[in-house]
């Protein structure tokens, strides 16, 4: 049986509040909110560019945790349907906004010098969705594949071997 999809407030396009809320769904998205990561934003001074006070950005903090624990909670774990993603993703249409979130959600990603499967996750779909530039996605290859990430012809091997 599948759980339903949970039910998210909705937030006006471009708002502070539809912004926040997906680097907080960054933030949480490894099960836990590390001191760490709530470092990193702190130091990129992440809730005044947003426009939120302390207070606002703590409640869109809690409102998403209680929009999800409710019927995509499966044991101990959550499920987050991409599609619930997708319509958080587009509550936020201005290029301006979505780089300054895909910012601050690669620095919760970076801030514990490992990407777990849940940021990877939200990263790639705001890549995905956002039909970000080229050069943002070379931006962020080393940080989501490893920096020793290459790309490599698919050539046949006679044509790439070394002449002696």
């Keep these: 049986m599948n759980a339903p999809n949970p039910l998210l407030r909705a937030y006006p396009l471009n708002s502070a509040e539809a912004a926040a809320r997906i680097v907080a769904l960054a933030l949480i998205a490894n099960g836990r909110i590390e001191t760490v990561e709530t470092a990193a934003l702190d130091a990129l001074k992440a809730r005044e560019r947003l426009g939120l006070t302390r207070q606002q950005w703590h409640g869109v903090i809690h409102d998403l945790c209680a929009d999800l624990l409710g019927p995509t909670r499966c044991g101990n774990k959550v499920r987050f349907p991409s ?15 979505r ?7 690669t620095a919760v990603a ?13 990263l790639m779909a705001a890549i995905d969705r956002w039909s970000l530039h080229p050069d943002d996605h070379d931006l962020l290859e080393p940080m989501l594949y490893g920096s020793d990430f290459q790309v490599h ?8 071997a070394p002449r002696e």
């Design 153 to 160: 012809s698919r050539a046949h091997p006679e044509t790439t």
């Design 110 to 122: 970076q801030a514990d010098c490992q990407i777990d499967d849940g940021e990877r996750f939200v």
């Design 99 to 105: 780089r300054l979130v895909l910012r601050l959600c």
């Design 83 to 97: 599609e619930l993603l997708d319509r958080m993703l587009d509550e936020v249409v201005d290029d301006g906004m």
